[in-house]
């Protein structure tokens, strides 16, 4: 079945050590989307690719960055996770712009 | 800016009653998307409503759309246990370059 995958479900950190989420599909869509969910809230929007094209949000905090190194794959990396990091992390597709979003399973971010 | 706003917020209901979660958006868009989620789980695609009166069934869910009211309702029928998540509204801008702006998010708790 097509689908989004994401490794590791769950992840342990300390404070200021780096972090990398990933992140896959075979869904072939073009776009993709990373997403911080925290405690009882709505899902928020940290940035996506069109294909190789990166956009930023504007309050996604420069320690939070971002590789997409083909279709399939995208990276979240966090430099220096703070407390206040610790959340869902969701992925995301689409086949354009426009379009429906599939989810990922998530990844469960904890920082001590 | 773009503002989504569910209520309510908490909903609490015994099985076998029938209740409406309403969306509703400040400014112009004709998609609407609708999602489940399950403590500590992704989000569950649900319903992708794309033009002024689409309606969508599915088991005990109906969801529909009035573009011009800036309006989407969830319908619950008959309320089982299994229907207790988290239900999210998303609204898709496309002058914002594809980005998803979610509800508040309503936790529906179904009592036996």
């Known amino acids: 079945d097509a689908m989004v995958i994401q490794n590791p479900r769950y992840q342990v950190t300390q404070f200021g050590k780096p972090v990398t989420l990933s992140c896959s599909q075979t869904?072939?869509?073009?776009?993709m989307y990373w997403y911080q969910q925290k405690s009882s809230q709505a899902p928020k929007l940290l940035f996506h690719y069109y294909d190789k094209d990166f956009n930023n949000e504007a309050d996604t905090p420069d320690n939070f960055q971002s590789r997409r190194p083909n279709t399939s794959f995208c990276f979240l990396d966090i430099r220096s996770p703070g407390l206040g990091d610790t959340a869902m992390y969701l992925c995301?597709?689409?086949?354009?712009?426009?379009?429906?979003?599939?989810f990922g399973p998530g990844t469960r971010l904890t920082v001590l | 800016e773009l503002k989504v706003e569910q209520n309510p917020l908490f909903l609490s209901m015994q099985e076998g009653k029938n209740y409406t979660i309403y969306c509703n958006y400040s400014?112009?868009?004709?998609?609407l998307y609708w999602y489940r989620q399950d403590p500590g789980k992704s989000l569950e695609s649900l319903f992708v409503l794309l033009s002024n009166g689409a309606v969508k069934q599915e088991g005990r869910l109906m969801a529909s759309l009035d573009t011009k009211a800036r309006l989407s309702t969830l319908h619950i029928t008959a309320a089982v246990h299994d229907l207790s998540a988290t239900y999210f509204c998303?609204?898709?801008?496309?002058?914002?370059?594809?980005?998803?702006?979610f509800g508040t998010g309503t936790s529906l708790t179904v009592i036996p």
């Open positions: 995301a597709t689409s086949r354009d712009f426009y379009n429906e979003q599939f």
């Open positions: 869904l072939n869509h073009n776009v």
């Open positions: 400014t112009t868009s004709d998609r």
């Open positions: 998303a609204v898709d801008l496309i002058t914002t370059g594809n980005q998803f702006y």
